[in-house]
C-alpha cells in the first residue's frame, strides 16, 4: 500500500462494495459523506436504468465518488504529489476540486476498481472533461 494511505483505516474487504465503503469512511470519521456516497450512488443506478446504461458500473461510481473525503483540504495538494498526480493551477488555489481525482487513485488502490468507465466517472464528476461520454 502506498505511504499516503498509512494513517487510514481498511479493514478486510469483504466483497460487498457498498458496505466496504461506508465502513471505510466511518471508520474514517467521514459518517455523512459515507450517507452521502451511498445515496449517490442509489440514485446513479436509477439514473444509468433510465437512460440505458449500465447500472452497475453508474451505481458503483457514485459510492466511490467522494472517498478522498478522508483528506482534509488542506492536505489534498500534498496527498496528490504523493500519488503523482497532476495538479493545475485552479486546483492549487481551490484544493476541495482535486478531491475527485484523489479518488479516482484510492479507488483503483484501495477498492481494486479496474474498470476504466467508473475511473473515469469517479475523476472527473466535479469538473468534467470535455467531449468525454459515459452514457453508451
Known amino acids: 500500500m502506498k505511504p ?16 466496504d465503503i461506508h465502513n471505510f469512511l466511518i471508520n474514517n470519521k ?3 459523506t459515507a450517507d452521502h456516497c451511498i445515496k449517490v450512488g442509489e440514485a446513479a443506478r436509477k439514473i444509468a436504468q433510465r437512460f440505458n446504461a449500465n447500472m452497475d ?12 473525503a478522508v483528506f482534509s483540504n488542506d492536505a489534498r495538494i500534498h496527498v496528490s504529489q504523493q500519488l503523482g498526480i497532476e495538479i493545475l493551477p485552479e486546483e492549487e ?3 476541495m476540486i482535486i478531491h475527485q481525482k484523489i479518488s479516482k487513485e484510492m479507488a483503483k488502490d484501495l477498492f481494486n476498481i479496474k474498470d ?13 472533461k470535455k467531449g468525454f461520454d459515459f452514457i453508451r
Open 4 to 19: 499516503v494511505y498509512d494513517n487510514l483505516v481498511l479493514h478486510t474487504l469483504t466483497g460487498n462494495l457498498r458496505e
Open 30 to 32: 467521514c459518517p455523512k
Open 57 to 68: 458500473s453508474a451505481e458503483i461510481a457514485g459510492y466511490l465518488h467522494d472517498i478522498s
Open 93 to 95: 488555489i481551490f484544493p
Open 116 to 128: 476504466e468507465e467508473i475511473l473515469h466517472a469517479v475523476g472527473c464528476h466535479t469538473t468534467l
